[in-house]
């Protein structure tokens, strides 16, 4: 069990865990914040453009509930088209804003410069190894 222990303790203390829940945690904060931004500011000029329209409201009853008096029996069916609507649509605005963000962080990330490709060492020429190609050939044939 200590053994345990251990090993998930250094799992958890590793640099990138660290680094992934703080993201997963200021990523639902920002989604919040953004989810805010299109519900509060951005849907009710769309709202007002569109004549009042709350896209949120609109659906698709497929089955009319049954009621008995004030009690419902069987529920409605319905497709909420609607609530899709702004689902999509908040998915592309976080997904903009993320992308502004990432862009404005890469930006303040200072690019390091490439470091100069180190110089290749100075080798013979092609006509200084054929002229010790043939001083080889001329010593073996001189040796025969």
């Known amino acids: 069990m200590k053994k345990f222990l251990s090993e998930f303790k250094e799992f958890a203390m590793r640099g ?3 680094d992934m829940a703080v993201g997963v945690i200021i990523g639902a904060a920002f ?3 953004v989810t805010s931004l299109v519900n509060d500011i951005i849907m009710p000029f769309i709202g007002m453009l569109t004549g009042g329209v709350n896209f949120s409201d609109h659906k698709w009853v497929i089955q009319q509930s049954v009621t008995n008096g004030e009690e419902i ?3 409605e069916v319905a497709i909420t088209w609607g609530a899709f609507v702004q ?3 908040d998915f592309l605005i976080i997904a ?3 992308f502004v963000a990432i862009k404005f962080i890469n930006k303040l990330k200072k690019q390091p410069e490439p470091e100069p490709a180190p110089a290749e060492p100075a ?3 092609q006509e200084e190894l054929l002229a ?3 001083d ?4 073996d044939l001189n040796k025969k």
């Open 31 to 33: 989604g919040k914040i």
């Open 96 to 98: 903009f804003c993320i």
């Open 123 to 125: 080798g013979p020429t």
């Open 132 to 134: 010790e190609i043939r």
């Open 87 to 89: 689902t999509v649509f």
């Open 136 to 139: 080889l050939l001329k010593q």
């Open 73 to 75: 029996v069987t529920p």
């Open 16 to 18: 990138n865990v660290v």
